[in-house]
């Protein structure tokens, strides 16, 4: 066993050598630069993989990351999207033909050489996203403008060849959706990247319970090959930022690469307009990082692979068949309500142990049961988001008071985040003060700017923050650029990021 666990851990120092633990990090109160990771490892939510900046995701995390996909796919779908699925290698010379793109991703590109034996005639790129390969199948299957819109969606695995890594935020291998469409004008197009990334709002906040802020990113922010990118950027428990989703309205650019024409109702021939939007796995690292205590996981019930977890407590055998046929009873009718629940019947373990072990995990509520509660049929409710623990809750009616319960746990956790990072958003008229609140702590720093992107890359330099959206929420105000003390109406949110 000793040489087993001598072998893990070289696999995690070796394979993860990059992973960014920063130790005057303070994650919470008090010293937790390893906090998340930790937190990641010990709820199995993921494991170190044997290869050098990969995952392997466990099936409490996968649980997670298909609730997750399961209410997005349904909510692509009712806006009018197909999924379809594209090859995982792509030719370099689909990669060139889009010289903004190929230059914004090839640090990162894998490139397989070699296949049957023998050296390929044409190196073949693991996809780091699907643009290319992508807009090639549009080129044959736009012919007319009835042809448009093309709205497809891709549920998938990328690459990219990530140089510092942690699990689920920066991997080199990870899991997403990205959709790709295909519109005849520039508003169709403009309306398309708007209106998916209202959709990844609603996906962030009505089922994450993460509040976030929409906006567009700065020209040095987006996307390779873009015209615009916009984004919902989420603020973190330690302060920091996080991108948990983009959505691009690429205008013409990879219709004109890729041949991309129709004959338009007038009869003239024309270039696509399009668009391109994602999320990964990394929104699971936000679910961590956004509501993350230390205790572990603080769960949205909503994406929570388990909603309630039920702990019989006994003592004597006569008192754990009376507990357990109880628990069986109350499981039956929770799971027949739709409720995802849990019994954890185990022999070998104390009911401490389960209770930190499910707290541990993040499962919104707990019913405890012993033999008076039986006698008495009555449950006892803990709850994870406020540690409450409610007692002699009537076993008539309970699945309505769980039920109840979910979405106040659900609505608590996102107001809690919300009012966090209220009181972590400040405001800095000149540059001076920019640096003194960032050297002070992590937070969200509104403040007026129209400086250049020369001027974006000096301030990461100095402060390790970077412009993180121009939101859609701010109203033109007259300022003066903190910066550059031009006047100016534009307002951005700088911040450090993950």
């Known amino acids: 066993m000793a040489a087993q666990k001598n072998v893990q851990e070289e696999v995690k120092q070796n394979q993860y050598q990059g992973e960014e633990e920063e130790q005057d990090e303070k994650m919470f109160e008090g010293d937790r630069s390893r906090w998340y990771t930790d937190t990641v490892l010990n709820a199995e ?30 909510m692509i779908k009712e806006t009018g999207h197909q999924n379809a699925y594209f090859p995982l290698l792509i030719p370099e010379s689909f990669m060139t033909k889009e010289a903004q793109h190929v230059e914004g991703f090839a640090p990162e590109c894998a490139v397989v050489t ?6 390929l005639e044409e190196p073949l790129f693991i996809r780091p996203t699907s643009e290319t390969i992508i807009n090639f199948m549009f080129a044959k299957w736009v012919q007319s403008w009835r042809d448009l819109p ?21 991997t080199a291998e990870f899991l997403w959706q990205e959709g790709h469409t295909a519109h005849a004008t520039e508003v169709e197009a403009e309306e398309e990247a708007r209106k998916m990334l209202e959709v990844y709002r609603s996906l962030a906040e009505d089922w994450l319970a993460l509040p976030v802020i929409t906006g567009e990113k700065t020209d040095r922010e987006r996307f390779a090959g873009a015209v615009r990118t916009y984004c919902i950027e989420a603020m973190m428990r330690d302060g920091k ?30 270039y696509a307009w ?34 309630v977890v039920i702990v019989p407590i006994y003592k004597t055998d006569e008192e754990k068949a009376l507990v357990l046929g109880r628990c069986n009873e109350i499981f039956a009718e929770l799971k027949k309500a739709g409720i995802r629940v849990h019994l954890d019947d185990r022999d070998n373990c104390t009911p401490g142990f389960k209770f930190n072990h499910w707290e541990l995990r993040g499962v919104p509520l707990r019913l405890n049961i012993g033999p008076r509660d039986v006698a008495g049929n009555v449950v006892e409710i803990a709850r994870r988001d406020t540690s409450e623990k409610i007692r002699g809750v009537a076993q008539a009616g309970l699945v309505n008071e769980l039920t109840g319960l979910l979405s106040a746990v659900q609505k608590n956790i996102f107001d809690k985040a919300l009012a966090f990072r209220q009181s972590k958003t400040v405001k800095a008229a000149s540059y001076d003060e920019l640096k003194k609140i960032l050297s002070e702590s992590n937070v969200f720093v ?15 330099e100095e402060t390790k923050a970077t412009i993180r959206a121009i939101p859609f929420a701010f109203e033109p105000v007259q300022g003066t650029c903190m910066y550059t003390g031009k006047p100016t109406t534009r307002r951005v949110i700088f911040a450090r990021s993950y």
């Not at 997670?64 to 209410?71: C, F, G, R, S, V």
């Not at 961590?288 to 996981?297: E, F, N, T």
């Not at 509104?446 to 990461?460: A, L, N, Q, V």
């Open 446 to 460: 509104e403040c007026h700017w129209d400086g250049s992107s020369e001027d974006e890359g000096k301030i990461k």
């Open 150 to 170: 093309l709205l497809i969606n891709q549920w998938a695995n990328v690459v990219r060849w990530e140089m510092r890594t942690r699990l689920f935020l920066r």
């Open 274 to 307: 399009q668009t391109s939007w994602g999320v990964s796995t990394r929104l699971i690292g936000a679910v961590v990082l956004g509501h993350g205590d230390d205790k572990g996981l603080v769960l949205p019930p909503r994406i929570a692979p388990i909603q």
């Open 45 to 74: 939510l993921a494991d170190y993989a044997p290869v050098k900046g990969c995952m392997v995701i466990r099936p409490y995390g996968y649980a997670l990351w298909e609730n997750i996909k399961d209410a997005l796919d349904g």
């Open 114 to 119: 070699h296949g049957g034996g023998k050296k």
């Open 241 to 270: 930022a996080l991108q948990a989703g983009t959505s691009h309205f690429l205008g013409q650019n990879f219709a004109k690469a890729f041949d991309i024409k129709f004959q338009s109702q007038a009869g003239e021939l024309e």
